[in-house]
């Protein structure tokens, strides 16, 4: 259990930060860039959820949930001593990539394909969740960018690239079923 008596430390202010295992490394290393990055995605599905309502407030509560989940992973290196560590490191899990799928394929039954690509927007609730997909992109970037220089849990970048197209098809889902789509027309201001 987690107790935060005191919320500033000091212990950051010349510009490092500790990672889950105690080390200290500087606060834009490419570790604390991705971890970062999912936690600002948390930060906005908390407002898409403002507009949610029912099952989708509820699977973005679940999203939330795991991208604590998935920022408690990043911030831990050594994958090597996960069964050395005294406390057993949280680690994203197939699983959650497996629930992600079901949910965005219960989501897109309902949907018409797609036959143009679509600009954010629409509902409100629509264009806060493509500020999510394209934040998780960018988590997505940042973790393949991670993985090439320190070893990190492979399915932590496959939680993100499924969570981004998950965003999309909730997008289209929360535009009355894709029905208040924006559509991209090339060209129409030339």
Not at 76 to 81: A, F, G, N, S, W
Not at 137 to 142: D, F, G, I, T
């Amino acid at each position: 259990m987690v107790v935060l008596n005191k919320i500033y430390t000091r212990t950051g202010d010349k510009g490092q930060t500790a990672l889950g295992n105690g080390d200290r490394v500087a606060k834009f290393s490419a570790r604390v860039a991705a971890y970062g990055t999912v936690d600002e995605l948390n930060s906005f599905a908390g407002v898409a959820r403002l507009a949610a309502k029912d099952d989708l407030n509820a699977a973005l509560a679940r999203i939330q949930n795991d991208l604590f989940d998935l920022g408690a992973d990043l911030c831990r290196p050594d994958l090597d001593k996960d069964a050395e560590a005294e406390y057993p490191p949280l680690r994203v899990i197939s699983d959650q990539v497996d629930r992600l799928e079901q949910e965005i394929d219960g989501m897109n039954r309902d949907l018409e394909p797609l036959r143009s690509f679509i600009l954010p927007g629409g509902s409100a609730l629509a264009a806060h969740l493509h500020v999510c997909r394209t934040v998780a992109r960018r988590a997505e970037r940042l973790a393949v960018e991670l993985s090439t220089q320190e070893e990190i849990n492979p399915v932590a970048i496959t939680y993100l690239n499924r969570l981004s197209d998950w965003f999309f098809v909730a997008a289209r889902t929360a535009n009355n079923g894709g029905n208040d789509d924006v559509l991209w027309v090339p060209g129409a201001n030339h």
